[in-house]
């Protein structure tokens, strides 16, 4: 199975899929082909922000066509935020399409998790996550989510997370199973790893990166 992604959205992202793809394919001892086209957080940031989800379709579809034409058989779009029109692309895309955010609601699931938190880019909260959790109940930071979602998308785009940052993000994770009955927290935003990777945290974090890793693995093993 070739696979490929759309990345860049943002850079560090997709730098972490790239290994963690590759440790995981070496220890299920699969041949890893894969091909990664690099997208433009900013059109994606700004199209999101305004619904464009036609627009956004049509350059992940230009994309989609470039992963086609390098001999890939399955793609995915690495940034959550870019799930927002995934009915538009995949109507568009040459290649079938795995969906990253039906991937998080199997796993809620399986494990039972009825009230998720968010955290992500500021359209994956404000929308929580686009509406498109069937499972679980979603809520968001109740204070400073503005701000919140600003400090997200520095981080993303500059591929560095300040020390501030780390502790406000992990620190809106606690509150959100303090004040709002959230069973697990999920890493929303596939950069978020920068902040939450290494650390010791006291309440449950679902990686929407591993998640979809661990699909991607699958699928090549079948």
């Known amino acids: ?51 464009q989800r036609e627009a956004q379709a049509e350059v992940f579809a230009r994309h989609l066509r470039q992963l086609k034409g390098a001999g890939c058989n399955i793609a995915t779009i690495t940034a959550l935020t870019g799930h927002f029109c995934f009915d538009e692309t995949e109507r568009l895309s040459p290649l079938p399409l795995m969906n990253a955010i039906d991937l998080i ?55 560095i997370c300040t020390e501030k940052s780390r502790q406000w993000f992990i620190s809106a994770g606690s509150d959100m199973i303090q004040d709002q009955n959230a069973e697990a927290i999920l890493l929303a935003g596939t950069d978020l790893g920068l902040a939450f990777n290494g650390q010791k945290l006291d309440y449950r974090v679902i990686d929407a990166l591993e998640i979809h890793v661990e699909a991607l693995v699958a699928a090549a093993k079948v």
Do not use: W
């Not at 890893?32 to 619904?51: P, R």
């Not at 979603?138 to 998308?153: C, H, I, M, R, S």
């Open 105 to 159: 609601d199997s796993h809620c699931k399986a494990q039972g998790i009825g009230v998720l938190g968010l955290l992500g880019s500021p359209t994956v909260m404000a929308s929580h996550l686009f509406g498109l959790l069937q499972t679980p109940d979603t809520v968001v930071p109740q204070n400073d989510l503005e701000e919140l979602g600003k400090a997200y998308l520095e981080m993303a785009d500059s591929g």
């Open 1 to 51: 199975m070739h696979i490929g992604l759309i990345g860049g959205i943002g850079p560090a992202a997709t730098t972490t899929y790239y290994l963690r793809l590759v440790e995981e394919f070496k220890r299920a001892d699969l041949k890893l082909e894969l091909t990664i086209a690099h997208a433009d957080i900013s059109v994606l940031g700004k199209n999101a922000e305004a619904d």
